[in-house]
Nanobody
């Protein structure tokens, strides 16, 4: 089971990036999924989550209105579109998958069973 995150990079403040998280080894179309991030010296924090169908999405207050999570179950891929990026968005971004369809505890990193390796996002001022 692998989650491969990609799409990170360096961008100026106000710019955009789209992260992708591709699942392999098993299908994740029935699993709720999420994105977290970790800045240097800080705890890993919740960014966004999406239900197995894509019908429900959840966001941290700090990214609401700027970030959009989506998924393509046919491709076992989850996306995070990040617009109006700020220097404080700089972090390593991780995708994660729950063990089932349940979305409960979507903001709690301990409730996710599978994690990707992370992709670096750097926003310069």
């Amino acid at each position: 089971v692998q989650l491969q995150a990609s799409g990170g990079g360096m961008v100026q403040a106000g710019g955009s990036l789209r992260l992708s998280c591709a699942a392999s080894g098993r299908t994740f179309r029935n699993n709720a999924m999420g994105w977290f991030r970790q800045a240097p010296g800080k705890e890993r924090e919740f960014v966004a989550a999406i239900s197995w169908s894509g019908g429900s999405t959840y966001y941290a207050d700090s990214v609401k209105g700027r970030f959009t999570i989506s998924r393509d179950n046919a491709k076992s891929t989850v996306y995070l579109q990040m617009n109006s990026l700020k220097p404080e968005d700089t972090a390593v971004y991780y995708c994660a998958a729950k063990g089932g369809y349940y979305i409960d505890g979507y903001s709690i990193k301990g409730s996710y069973d599978y994690w990707g390796q992370g992709t670096q996002v750097t926003v310069s001022s």
